[in-house]
């Protein structure tokens, strides 16, 4: 079983749907990352949180440490928004290493 | 531009061959990661700098595989005699201490 587990691992929505992407972990964290990656390859970093919520825009994070879990929102999802998300933990005893995902694809249709 | 770049972006080379990439991080950040990232899986560690000093390495990186930050700035990552196995993308990281990790576009390996 993977450290860091995601669902769905695909999702397709019609533009302005409210999209949720979780993510569930099984070691300590100090810190947990919300990454997006576009075809070709290059990872954007969304957030990093170590409790409670985050928001940017029309996206959302929220990091429940007790119950392990977290998730990404999208608030009126549009086309752009298409990419892979991917969960990222670091782990307490890990020092600075990242212990990643396998990551959502997201489709937003027009 | 996350600020992170990478070179080549893309290698095809012959199993056996050596081949290494190159990453040059944000000036200001002291910590720069390699992550190794194979199709449809998310990153997997290989190794990180703390300024010149390689502080942890995955049982990911044999000894085929080395990597180096001379001066605390750019990093190489060499693979010697590679194998169709290596192939994947090379990510590069930066980050100033524990803070957001900035990555790198990526080398894209082909072992033929």
């Known amino acids: 079983k993977n450290e860091v587990e995601q669902s769905p691992q695909n999702l397709t929505a019609q533009e302005g749907e409210f999209i949720t992407i979780n993510c569930s972990y099984s070691?300590?964290?100090?810190?947990l990352h919300w990454l997006q990656q576009h075809p070709g390859g290059g990872i954007v970093s969304l957030f990093m949180l170590s409790s409670g919520k985050k928001k940017h825009g029309r996206l959302i994070a929220t990091i429940n440490i007790q119950e392990k879990h977290s998730s990404l929102h999208i608030t009126a999802s549009h086309p752009r928004d298409s990419a892979v998300y991917i969960c990222?933990?670091?782990?307490?005893?890990?020092?600075?290493?990242?212990?990643f995902g396998e990551g959502t694809q997201l489709t937003v249709n027009p | 531009d996350t600020g992170v770049s990478q070179d080549p972006r893309h290698k095809i080379t012959k199993r056996g061959q050596n081949v290494t990439f190159r990453c040059d991080p944000i000036s200001e950040h002291n910590r720069l990661y390699w992550y190794r990232q194979t199709l449809g899986q998310g990153p997997e560690f290989l190794t990180y700098?703390?300024?010149?000093?390689?502080?942890?390495k995955s049982r990911l990186l044999s000894n085929r595989f080395s990597a180096e930050r001379p001066k605390g700035s750019f990093s190489t990552l060499e693979i010697q005699r590679t194998e169709q196995g290596d192939s994947a993308m090379y990510l590069c990281a930066s980050s100033a201490w524990q803070e957001t990790q900035y990555f790198g576009p990526g080398t894209r390996l082909l072992v033929l």
């Open positions: 990222a933990v670091r782990r307490e005893t890990s020092g600075s290493r990242l212990t």
């Open positions: 070691v300590g964290i100090s810190a």
């Open positions: 700098f703390q300024n010149e000093a390689q502080l942890e």
